[in-house]
């Protein structure tokens, strides 16, 4: 962190950076544009329609971020102060005032235009979001399909959706009448920067709400791009505005205002908390929260024969170390029927050997701050003798360092029941492997948690598929796959994974209001 030096910052200087970031669609040209430049780059936020930095005075800091493969600094960004904010929740509020009252059919033009310009530049995003976050680029190219997608989806959804009528006999016709609820908060975390925000901000402006969205200040730079690629779209301005900064002083300043009507959020179970807490007193506003997860895998014996172990192995080393265990989905408890637990063990850890390759097949851990999280992580396993199955306890690194920060995937086993490295989520590529002895057991191991996101149920009994399924206290339980899902189903946890659904209609309950209008039947 550091007082900002104004002349490293004049408008010109953002709009040539613009371009030049612009113009990046490989590796290669990213590096070599970043070697090229004599001091870091400056993100700028986006409000109403123009890339601009905040007022500049004795408050204002900026923040320093890292690139995780090379723990090298990448770029700064303004750390947005309540004044800043404000601004930016002007501009939405202006907004709102026309944006609310386009039709569908026209916000429908606008999200169908930035999907095809996201589409077209898809290379451009998937380079950057590799860098900034660390993961691979084949991820990021995923990452990126499902942002084309989130616009893609709203921009048919809101044309073609429906609401409810229902007769009171001879008295009276009763419909249900959908408005825009207002000027939303939308605000995300750095484990899928690009693709998070855009599930938010999608619904946000296809049902006619507008947007002051913050992401994460630890991978702003897919939010900046976002920023230019809304431009070149010509959204009109203060749809949507980006502030960059931190949770405390920015991401609180925009919850907090009494002038946003509803709040977004994906992120951590605290901050949720922090959230709900500091709205209480706020009772019209809109809350949906996304929040932590620690998911189980269960593994019965019977999806352990010849015909599908391949299956049900590649099905729980996916789920647990994708994007380096870095998805609130991820499945980081693995529970094993007892009868194949010996055999699911040396299959596992021999396919996870092969398949994830650091710096190959899986990128490194998105921050010093998290590495050293993860680490401590490890540490407890080598003190409470679990045993790394695969793996072993990392070196420490520091930011501005030049090794990354590179965590091996690590296979933890002889983990004591009570131990909190089956409690707590550790969000990185880390998976704890433990026996059950029954289906009960196997419920009750499942649902030992503060938390209720997702789970993995690997078996071919189809009773039981429903039976255990049904049971499992998780939003999203996938039987013999994981991750595939249609963007209408509701999305969101149970427990402390949160509160609130997203997807399809479910968004349009975040984003809308409801009214009941009753006309009489004479
Ligand atoms: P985080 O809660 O620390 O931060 C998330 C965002 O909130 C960031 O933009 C941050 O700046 C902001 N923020 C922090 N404090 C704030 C405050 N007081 N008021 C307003 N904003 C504030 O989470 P993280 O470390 O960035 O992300 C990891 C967490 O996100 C994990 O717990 C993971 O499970 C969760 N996550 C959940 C989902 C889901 O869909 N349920 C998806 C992805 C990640």
């Known amino acids: 962190m550091g007082q900002m030096n104004p002349e490293e910052w004049t408008q010109q200087a953002l709009i040539d950076s613009a371009d030049a970031v612009w113009g990046c669609d490989t590796i290669e040209k990213a590096n070599s544009f970043i070697a090229s430049l004599p001091t870091p780059m400056c993100l700028p936020n986006y409000v109403a329609g123009k890339l601009g930095l905040p007022v500049l005075d004795a408050t204002a800091t900026f923040i320093d971020s890292y690139e995780p493969k090379t723990g090298k600094l990448l770029y700064r960004l303004p750390r947005a102060q309540e004044k800043d904010v404000e601004d930016a929740i002007r501009h939405a509020r202006a907004a709102f005032q026309t944006w609310s009252k386009t039709t569908r059919s026209e916000r429908s033009v606008y999200l169908r235009r930035i ?22 680029l ?38 249900e009448h959908r408005s825009p609820a207002g000027v939303f908060a939308l605000i995300s975390p750095w484990n899928m920067p690009l693709y998070l925000l855009t599930w938010k901000i999608a ?26 690629l809304f431009q070149k779209a010509k959204l009109p301005a203060g749809v949507v505005n980006i502030v960059l900064g931190d949770g405390p002083t920015t991401g609180a300043a925009l919850v907090a205002s009494p002038l946003v009507d509803g709040v977004s959020f994906t992120g951590g179970t605290q901050t949720g908390i ?24 269960l593994v019965f014996a019977d999806s352990m024969t010849p015909a599908t172990r391949e299956r049900t192995i590649r099905i729980a080393a996916t789920a647990a170390f994708e994007n380096q265990g870095e998805i609130c989905l991820c499945g980081s408890r693995i529970y094993v029927e007892r009868a194949a637990y010996e055999e699911f063990l040396a299959l596992f850890t021999e396919y996870v050997t092969k398949k994830y390759v650091l710096r190959e097949t899986m990128g490194a851990v998105a921050s010093a701050q998290h590495y050293s999280k993860i680490r401590g992580y490890l540490q407890l396993a080598a003190d409470e003798k679990a045993t790394f199955s695969l793996g072993s306890f990392p070196p420490s690194v520091e930011e501005g360092g030049t090794q990354g920060y590179w965590v091996s995937p690590t296979i933890l086993t002889d983990v004591a029941p009570d131990s909190v490295l089956l409690k707590d989520e550790i969000f990185g590529p880390v998976v704890t492997v433990c026996p059950f002895d029954d289906e009960a057991d196997a419920i009750r191991l499942a649902n030992d948690s503060e938390y209720g996101l997702a789970a993995v149920l690997l078996t071919t009994d189809g009773a039981r598929m429903r039976r255990v399924g049904e049971q499992i206290e998780a939003g999203l339980v996938w039987v013999n796959c994981w991750l595939v899902r249609d963007l209408g189903t509701p999305f969101g946890g149970m427990k402390n994974s949160g509160t609130g659904r997203e997807g399809g209609e479910y968004s349009r309950e975040v984003f809308t209001v409801a009214r009941t209008l009753h006309l009489p039947a004479y």
């Not at 619904?203 to 230019?228: D, N, Q, R, W």
């Open 138 to 175: 084949e991820r990021a190219r995923i990452e990126v399909d499902r942002a084309i997608s989130n616009f893609s989806y709203f921009s048919t959804y809101i044309i073609h959706e429906q609401t409810a009528a229902r007769m009171v006999d001879g008295v009276a016709l009763t419909y």
């Open 203 to 228: 619904p946000c402006i296809a049902f006619g709400c507008t947007a002051v969205a913050k992401p994460s200040e630890i991978t702003s730079m897919s939010a900046y791009l976002l920023g230019i």
């Open 274 to 297: 922090a959230i709900r807490r500091a709205t209480a007193h706020q009772i019209r506003k809109h809350l949906s929260l996304e929040l932590g997860g620690k998911n189980p895998t």
């Open 115 to 136: 999907s095809e310009l996201l589409q077209e530049n898809r290379e451009l995003f998937a380079v950057w979001e590799s860098i900034d976050q660390g993961k691979t």
